[in-house]
């Protein structure tokens, strides 16, 4: 019996140090900056299964934290599919089902901007990956909405950003207009 409850109490302050873990990298200023690592043990992995057949395997994902628009605002998250075929990192910005949805206007108009960062003293310049205002519809269910960004940066290009087996990507999410005519109107709808 005691060893049962030792277990309770192990799993439970396991899952209480992820939720804190999540918590305080949350951001609700619809910024994220987001620390891929290790970034040479992500290549490796894939460039193992790099001659695998097309059916098989198109690349990995992986995934930052979620972060929001404000503290009662839309949830997202960045993403990106490195593709050692391709040789390159596919970016992707994710909107998901917020506690919020309910009370804020959809479809949802923003502008973003993801950059990768170079290393502190490096001659490389930021890799912006900008994108035009862009409408979506509220995510239905559990499945979020994905837009991916067209430029898509190669593996030989991202060595160059790496230091210390870490890529930082900075991204940032603007609403544009839905909220300067809600804000002209008091709020009201």
């Known amino acids: 019996m005691m060893h049962n409850e030792m277990v309770q109490v192990k799993q439970s302050l396991k899952r209480h140090e992820t939720e804190i873990k999540v918590l305080r990298g949350t951001s609700y200023d619809g910024t994220v900056i987001w620390r891929i690592h290790p970034i ?35 949830r997202y998250n960045l993403g990106a ?13 994710m909107l998901h089902r917020g506690d919020y949805d309910a009370l804020l206007p959809w479809p949802l108009e923003f502008q973003s901007m993801v950059t990768i960062i170079p290393p502190t003293g ?8 900008d994108m035009e205002s862009r409408a979506m519809k509220s995510p239905q269910h559990f499945v979020p909405i994905t837009y991916r960004y067209s430029h898509t940066p190669s593996l030989e290009q991202l060595v160059k950003y790496a230091a210390q087996d870490v890529i930082y990507v900075r991204g940032v999410v603007e609403e544009v207009e839905v909220y300067d005519s809600l804000s002209d109107t008091g709020g009201e709808l």
Do not use: C, V
């Not at 098989?56 to 934290?65: A, E, K, P, T, V």
């Not at 599919?81 to 910005?93: S, Y």
């Not at 490096?122 to 990956?129: E, H, K, R, Y």
């Open 40 to 74: 040479s043990l992500l290549f490796l992995e894939d460039a193992a299964k790099k001659d695998l057949p097309d059916t098989h395997y198109s690349g990995r994902d992986i995934y930052s934290l979620p972060f929001y628009s404000g503290q009662y605002g839309y």
């Open 81 to 93: 599919t490195i593709n050692p075929r391709k040789g390159t990192m596919a970016l992707f910005l």
């Open 122 to 129: 490096s001659a490389t310049n930021p890799i912006i990956l």
